[in-house]
Nanobody, 127 residues
Framework: QVQLVESGGGLVQAGDSLRLSCAAS????????MGWFRQAPGKEREFVAA????????DYRDSVKGRFILSRDNAKNTVYLQMNSLNPDDTAVYYC????????????????????WGLGTQVTVSS
C-alpha cells in the first residue's frame, strides 16, 4: 500500500544534529513533491521545508534556513532532512508529506495541499 515512513528522530542537546529520513512506498516517488512539517504540543502543524520532484527547487521556513538541508534520492524513494544547530524551538513531531505534481517544479507550503502523510517522528532538543 501507499505509505510514507519517517525515521531518525530522537532526543538531542542544543547544537546537535539529526538527519530525518522519509521512505516512500507504493507510489511513483519522482511524481511527487515532498515536504516536511512539524507540530509542537499545543501548536498548529507548520511548514518546515519542501522540494520539487527533482530536488531542483527547494525552500525552507525562515527559522531553519541555513541550518536545515532537504534532499531527496529518487532511486531510493527517500527524502532526507538534515538538521544542524538544533535548538529547543525545533522540538516537535516531524511529518513527511507528498504532493502529486507530475514533474512540475512547483512546491507547496500549506498542509492542505499535500496528498499523503507519514505518522511522524519525534524530535526533542534539550537546552
Amino acid at each position: 500500500q501507499v505509505q510514507l515512513v519517517e525515521s531518525g528522530g530522537g532526543l538531542v542537546q542544543a547544537g546537535d544534529s539529526l538527519r530525518l529520513s522519509c521512505a516512500a512506498s507504493g507510489l511513483t516517488f519522482s511524481s511527487y513533491a515532498m515536504g516536511w512539517f512539524r507540530q509542537a504540543p499545543g501548536k498548529e502543524r507548520e511548514f518546515v521545508a519542501a522540494t520539487s520532484w527533482s530536488g531542483g527547487n527547494s525552500d525552507y521556513r525562515d527559522s531553519v534556513k541555513g541550518r536545515f538541508i532537504l534532499s531527496r534520492d529518487n532511486a531510493k524513494n527517500t527524502v532526507y532532512l538534515q538538521m544542524n544547530s538544533l535548538n529547543p524551538d525545533d522540538t516537535a513531531v516531524y511529518y513527511c508529506a507528498a504532493k502529486l505534481t507530475l514533474y512540475s517544479s512547483r512546491i507547496s507550503y500549506t498542509k492542505n495541499e499535500y496528498d499523503l502523510w507519514g505518522l511522524g517522528t519525534q524530535v526533542t532538543v534539550s537546552s
